[in-house]
């Protein structure tokens, strides 16, 4: 593993890059999967571009406008999805035939819809850990991988931001994520929370969903409550992002073992990686994106100093743009 070495100062913000303007999609539509599930995917940039798919976060998240943004429009054609039950994919909501081994079909299944022979895979927090999980069963079919706030969705990361870890940096936003939960559950907040967001009463699911959704909000930003996505606070989108979340994670990530990715990351080795970690992440912390840099040396990794788990704070957009910018060189 090349030798890791802080910088010596935070880089000034007139230094560093901002996103790419606004573009719109030059194609959309739903992809059957077979099964209950139709997938809303859409097409950005230049058709005649580098291709690469951009996964979103949650799980349970959706895509956004400014996920097309950290790409050169005039020189990639990004490819965008709502994974299944979530934002424009239909039905919403649900969790039936919903696990990372479906999703990994999914991409798969967008990979040859559009036509592409192969492509760079752009993630960050859950979206790094599809990414990686895609790129390890298929990566032949993988250029490069492009990775922030790495999550390899372990019980020891689970436990950590759901559990008892985090909880002792933010104890304000702590108590009304257990709110919800009477005293006698709060060993297992992630089995209590599955029971309330799965139960048959829309009302339980929302009061639990909402709770949910704000612990996430209230910490993935160093810049406080402002930078919570203002999605959390629509009931139907909390609703879908909490019960697929608490689905995946009740379920551990439905992988066949704990740290199943750091023990097939060998079949990656041979990709071309950079890995973009906020030192003051505490949604998914840095020892994960450490770890992951030490299994897999190759890989390029950047930490950026005054940044925590947001994809939208300053230094993460610079660090992510100059990186899809690196790979158009592959």
């Known amino acids: 593993m090349e030798r890791y070495s802080p910088p010596p100062a935070v880089s000034s913000s007139a230094n560093r890059r901002g996103l790419f303007p606004e573009n719109e999609p030059f194609a959309h539509g739903w992809l059957s999967t077979g099964g209950p599930h139709e997938i809303f995917y859409e097409e950005c940039g230049n058709p005649n571009g580098k291709p690469c798919v951009i996964l979103h976060g949650g799980p349970g ?4 406008s400014t996920m097309r943004r950290y790409f050169d429009p005039s020189k990639w054609r990004m490819a965008l999805f709502d994974q299944r039950g979530c934002g424009k994919s239909r039905p919403n909501a649900s969790l039936e035939d919903n696990t990372t081994w479906s999703l990994i ?10 036509g592409v022979e192969k492509w760079t895979v752009f993630g960050g927090s859950w979206g790094s850990t599809l990414a990686l999980a895609y790129a390890i069963t298929h990566p032949h079919r993988v250029e490069a991988l492009v990775l922030r706030g790495v999550f390899l969705l372990t019980q020891r990361e689970l436990g950590w931001f759901y559990q008892d870890g985090a909880s002792f940096l933010f104890p304000d936003a702590w108590s009304r994520y257990v709110a919800p939960i009477p005293e ?21 699911q929302a009061e639990a969903a909402a709770a949910w959704s704000q612990w ?9 409550p402002e930078a919570r ?10 609703i879908a992002f909490a019960r697929i979340e608490c689905h995946f994670f009740a379920n551990k990530g439905f992988f066949p073992e704990d740290g199943w990715i750091l023990k097939n990351i060998g079949k990656i080795r041979g990709i071309p990686g950079w890995i973009v ?7 998914t912390p840095m020892e994960s994106a450490w770890n992951l ?22 230094g993460i957009v610079d660090a992510l743009v100059r990186a899809t910018d690196q790979a158009l060189a592959l």
């Open 229 to 238: 996505p203002s999605k959390f606070n629509e009931i139907d989108f909390a």
């Open 61 to 64: 998240g959706a895509i956004n």
């Open 184 to 204: 006698a559950e709060r060993g297992d907040m992630i089995s209590a929370y599955h029971k309330r967001l799965t139960h048959h009463d829309r009302r339980v």
């Open 216 to 224: 996430e909000g209230d910490t993935i930003s160093i810049r406080g």
């Open 277 to 283: 970690q906020g030192r003051f992440d505490v949604v």
């Open 105 to 114: 079909d999914d991409i798969e299944r967008l990979r040859i819809h559009l």
């Open 293 to 314: 840099k030490s299994a897999w040396p190759e890989a390029r990794f950047e930490v950026v100093w005054d940044a925590g788990h947001a994809s939208t704070e300053p």
